[in-house]
């Protein structure tokens, strides 16, 4: 993959943060979209992503090692929407006020920046779509997209100036 590939990836990373926190500040047509304890993971999934992708942009000697990491923050990300889609799908299984939600936010991470990690939704919540799919779809298709990228670029390694 090139070099400026791993910046564009990680630029995209930080958009999809910025569209979460519009979503759950400003809100969509007047409906506000409080993240759940799923979709904190997600977000740390997509920041950790977008913080390998640059690291892997500016530290090219060392490039394997951080798309690897990338691969594995994207494997963690696309099995939390997983997770979160079937909840959707289930309505009956929650992850609201459980334990989860609990070791989320006492973090030290959560209280110094509740506008962004604060999980104080219900995973199975059913909020209006957003192009015709709900938040998490969205994330697990960003997610697939993702690890079919790197993938790919795995195994079709080529020498990159």
Not at 30 to 39: A, K, M, R, S
Not at 123 to 148: D, K, N, Q, R, T
Request: net charge positive; hydrophobic share 55%; glycine share 6%.
């Amino acid at each position: 993959m090139p070099k400026t590939s791993y910046l564009l990836v990680s630029l995209l990373c930080f958009f999809l943060l910025g569209v979460a926190l519009f979503l759950q500040h400003v809100g969509l047509n007047g409906v506000h979209y409080p993240p759940c304890p799923l979709c904190i993971l997600q977000r740390i999934g997509f920041l950790l992503v977008g913080i390998f992708c640059l690291f892997t942009y500016l530290f090219p000697k060392i490039r394997l090692s951080f798309h690897l990491l990338a691969i594995v923050a994207t494997l963690f990300g696309l099995i939390v929407a997983l997770r979160h889609a079937y909840v959707i799908a289930y309505p009956e299984i929650s992850c609201g006020l459980d334990s989860l939600e609990v070791f989320i936010n006492q973090f030290e991470i959560v209280k110094a920046l509740p506008f962004f990690f604060r999980a104080d939704g219900f995973c199975s919540m059913p909020l209006p779509p957003i192009f015709g799919l709900s938040v998490p779809s969205w994330s697990l298709i960003w997610f697939l997209l993702l690890f079919a990228l790197f993938s790919y670029s795995v195994f079709n390694r080529k020498k990159v100036p």
